[in-house]
């Protein structure tokens, strides 16, 4: 069975940094592409940043900003977030898709992130 569990979220100034970490199980990790999404409040589900193996891919909204990595030893995914904005608030969500089937597409619960003065 499929588990991602996020954590590391919580609330910061604008200026400031956050790591998030995703716990994976269930699936053979080091052979997926493993991707980091945003959630603002009223809006629809954004892709951030996906890793596969060692080739990082990001949105322009955090290209220079956010670093995303990965652990295959310890199943474990990270997303490295400086110079944090309040456009940057959003409930970040850990992605993995497994198959070919929309029921291969797994999120975890999601980890709240606060950007404000």
């Known amino acids: 069975q499929v588990q991602l569990v996020e954590s590391g979220g919580g609330s910061v100034q604008p200026g400031g940094s956050l790591r998030l970490s995703c716990a994976a199980s269930?699936?053979?990790?080091?052979?997926?592409?493993m991707g980091w999404y945003r959630e603002a409040p009223g809006k629809g589900r954004d892709w951030v940043a996906s890793?596969?193996?060692?080739?990082?891919r990001y949105a322009d909204s955090v290209k220079d900003r956010f670093t995303i990595s990965r652990d295959n030893t310890k199943n474990m995914l990270y997303l490295e977030m400086k110079n944090l904005q309040p456009e940057d608030t959003a409930v970040y969500y850990c992605n993995v898709v497994t198959g070919l089937s929309s029921r291969d597409i797994h999120w975890g619960q999601g980890t709240q992130v606060t950007v404000s003065s």
């Open positions: 269930g699936f053979p990790f080091s052979q997926l592409t």
């Open positions: 890793i596969r193996n060692a080739d990082p």
